[in-house]
């Protein structure tokens, strides 16, 4: 039974595009839901924008969360077709990496967004490979 299950995942595996192509596709997909989400909801964002981070916004939390909507919007396009990837991709992980730090460091100090803090590592971690792909199909 075990191997008739491990020979029916190899043929579906096999069927699959290459891992880097998923792994493209899988965060230009984040990166575009994640900014068209923000441009319809940008309210649902800065709750993550805690009171001490507020001041040293150029923007209202609100403008910022647009800002941001726009500019993943336009990553994430260019992240599924296949364009600007190595730029793209490394916007996306330095913002991803950022992210995290300000993120851990609200979650040591308030207890909050941990569960976001868990996710965006592996986003984070997805978004290097992503970057590391693309350069060296640079080369």
């Excluded at 609200?106 to 997805?126: E, H, S, Y």
């Amino acid at each position: 039974m075990i191997d008739s299950v491990r020979r029916s995942a190899r043929t579906a595996a096999a069927r699959l595009p290459p891992a880097p192509t998923l792994a493209r596709w899988s965060l230009g997909a984040m990166v575009l839901a994640a900014g068209v989400h923000k441009l319809h909801d940008p309210a649902a964002w800065t709750v993550y924008v805690v009171d001490w981070l507020a001041p040293l916004l150029v923007v209202s939390p609100t403008a910022f969360m647009l800002v941001n909507g726009y500019l993943e919007v336009g990553f994430g396009l260019a992240l599924l077709a296949d364009r600007y990837t190595g730029v793209a991709s490394l916007v996306a992980a330095g913002s991803l990496s950022a992210t995290c730090v300000y993120l851990a460091v609200v979650w040591a100090t308030t207890g909050a967004f941990g569960d976001v803090l868990a996710r965006d590592v592996g986003l984070a971690g997805l978004a290097w490979a992503v970057v590391r792909q693309a350069l060296a199909d640079a080369e």
